[in-house]
């Protein structure tokens, strides 16, 4: 074999070869983008707390990329989320995958520890991976997409009792949350005319559910980055979600978007809002002991 694990150099190529691995089945993982511009975002703007050339590993084969592997690394919480390890040609290298997890971890900080993955259960050479390291899993999801195309007709809904100024709420969302006053001063502080917090409030102001919105169309990223909906009707779940849609898709860059969902989420209250279900991801969890 003459493959030859590096550290990234191409980083548009490497996006390119994400796309390529992580829209087949039998390779995608929940902890990689679908498409090869946010992919390349990512990797540039946000992938991890080390630099990427620490952080990702690239197997090459006479120049054709073969394999690529990367911890998304979070030093404040020692764990890091695993995107890969891509194999392209899996019979023709058995034990890329392993080899590339031993030479990137070679040169990780001893207090990283814990190791995230989330799995399509068609991924099987990871899965393989996985039970050779005596990785836990924890629980499953479902992985969920929502087109533009598919809900144009959705977007002159009419969602004028969804609350967006988050400022005279304050102190209710912080008694929803539970959190200090300075931490919701400090989240609000990101929230801007791309970035949104949608929400509900019920007949005495308080905070009955809600949908954080992050966009940034510079760097392709565009998602429904977390929610909850407690006490909100079946109803309201879908106008919110669909809120949502209609703010994402309101920017030029964004086709679809991605949502990861619990397996005891009420799946009809996303598919009424536009978004298709398409598959069951596994995700583990691997705690290194030495």
């Given at each position: ?6 550290r ?82 899996l019979?023709?290298?058995?034990f ?9 971890n070679e040169?990780?900080?001893?207090e ?5 993955f989330?799995v ?41 009792e ?6 005279p ?22 929230l ?38 407690q006490?909100?009707s079946k ?56």
């Amino acid at each position: 074999m003459t493959v030859q694990i590096q550290r990234p150099t191409d980083i548009p190529l490497l996006a390119v070869f994400l796309e390529m691995m992580n829209n087949r089945k039998e390779h995608h993982v929940g902890f990689c983008s679908l498409e090869r511009h946010t992919i390349h975002s990512k990797l540039t703007y946000y992938f991890s707390d080390l630099p990427l050339k620490e952080s990702f590993v690239v197997a090459y084969d006479n120049g054709e990329i073969v394999g690529a592997l990367g911890f998304d690394i979070y030093l404040n919480l020692n764990k890091a989320k695993v995107c890969g390890p891509f194999v392209k040609y899996l019979d023709k290298y058995p034990f890329l995958a392993e080899d590339m997890w031993l030479a990137l971890n070679e040169d990780m900080p001893a207090e990283l520890e814990t190791f995230e993955f989330l799995v399509n259960e068609n991924n099987f050479s990871i899965r393989q991976l996985l039970l050779k390291l005596q990785a836990n899993e924890v629980k499953r999801m479902f992985f969920s997409k929502a087109m533009k195309d598919s809900i144009e007709n959705l977007f002159y809904e009419d969602t004028s009792e969804i609350q967006s100024d988050v400022h005279p709420f304050h102190k209710s969302f912080c008694n929803f949350l539970q959190i200090e006053e300075d931490q919701w001063l400090n989240f609000t502080s990101t929230l801007n005319e791309d970035q949104k917090l949608f929400f509900y409030i019920d007949e005495v102001h308080n905070i009955s559910g809600y949908a954080y919105i992050r966009v940034e169309p510079i760097h392709y990223v565009g998602e429904i980055h977390h929610f909850t909906f407690q006490s909100l009707s079946k109803e309201k779940c879908t106008k919110l979600l669909r809120k949502s849609l209609q703010h994402i898709f309101s920017y030029h860059p964004f086709k679809q978007t991605e949502l990861f969902l619990d397996i005891d989420e009420q799946l009809n209250v996303f598919t009424d809002a536009g978004f298709k279900v398409t598959d069951e991801m596994i995700y583990y969890q691997f705690i290194k002991t030495t």
